[in-house]
């Protein structure tokens, strides 16, 4: 867990990862403990429809995506299939629900956070969503880590997280805000800065995309910080629910273990977001 808990960001080669796998967030060593869960009568995972590719409802109207997977895998591990049920609900009303006891658990991305904490429980996280630099083919850039970054002029979103993180961490690194992540795109697209330092998920997807012309690449990095971009993607639980938390704890690191999680991962991410 010391990945989770660093304060400063980290590039992913220098934590002994493989580049273009998942990173390992549970230790191989490590024996998280099964629950008896045979006294259970059903598991309802909650989820929503709006956040592909983790969860999105595909062409014939079905729930589908990451989540919606590792939901069904969780619930395989766990060897109650036939008890679990998937959900979709909008994404405002997931919390509530949950409250409601109108479903067991939420897999829909939701952010910890100590408030929440005071009314939840959340699982160990399964996925660490980084922070990437993206930057134009033609500029000039002498060097392949962000270090050659330093003096030219690199995009960022104004007032996100990944404006505190790029100044944080690279002081020498010339900011030019915009006002939202089109606007960024379309300027380093254009070569109006050389680069650009956003979300990686997003960037991922939008190299690889009709609508960047081939125009960029993914550079250096990535970055994962649990001070600037939270814990990762967990599974929210009401705190009453101890012995659900333990044994969805115990199939993500199973999962995690025997290489299914990753499965998933490349089946969702295929250019990689690492």
């Known amino acids: 867990m010391a990945l989770?808990?660093?304060s400063c960001a980290m590039p992913l080669a220098a934590q002994e990862a493989p580049p273009s796998g998942l990173p390992?967030?549970?230790?191989?060593?490590?024996?998280?403990p099964k629950p008896d869960l045979s006294s259970l009568v059903r598991l309802r995972f909650l989820t929503s429809v709006?956040?592909?590719p983790f969860n999105f409802a595909d062409q014939n109207g079905k729930l589908a995506g990451f989540h919606v997977d590792l939901a069904r895998e969780i619930c395989d591990e766990l060897g109650i299939s036939d008890k679990c049920q998937i959900q979709a609900l909008p994404f405002d009303e997931l919390q509530g629900a949950l409250s409601a006891s109108q479903g067991d658990a939420v897999i829909a991305g939701v952010a910890v956070t100590p408030e929440l904490?005071?009314?939840?429980?959340?699982s160990r996280p399964f996925l660490m969503l980084p922070a990437r630099f993206v930057r134009n083919l033609k500029a000039s850039i002498d060097g392949t880590t962000a270090?050659?970054?330093?003096?030219?002029?690199?995009?960022?979103?104004?007032?996100?997280?990944?404006e505190s993180m790029l100044a944080a961490f690279f002081p020498d690194i010339k900011q030019v805000p915009f006002d939202d992540k089109n606007a960024l795109l379309t300027a380093v697209k254009d070569g109006k800065v050389d680069a650009a330092f956003a979300d990686g998920l997003q960037l991922s997807f939008w190299v690889s995309s009709s609508s960047a012309e081939k125009c960029c690449a993914l550079f250096d990095g990535p970055y994962l910080s649990q001070q600037f971009l939270g814990e990762g993607m967990t599974i929210m639980l009401r705190q009453q629910d101890a012995d659900l938390t333990a044994a969805i704890n115990h199939a993500l690191a199973t999962l995690s273990r025997d290489s299914r999680l990753q499965e998933i991962y490349l089946r969702y991410f295929p250019y990689g977001l690492y």
Request: hydrophobic share 50%; net charge positive; charged share 25%.
């Open 117 to 122: 904490r005071k009314s939840f429980a959340f």
């Open 147 to 162: 270090a050659a970054l330093a003096g030219h002029s690199v995009g960022v979103v104004k007032r996100t997280a990944h």
């Open 24 to 32: 390992i967030l549970f230790d191989s060593r490590e024996r998280l």
């Open 50 to 52: 709006d956040f592909p």
């Open 4 to 6: 989770l808990s660093a």
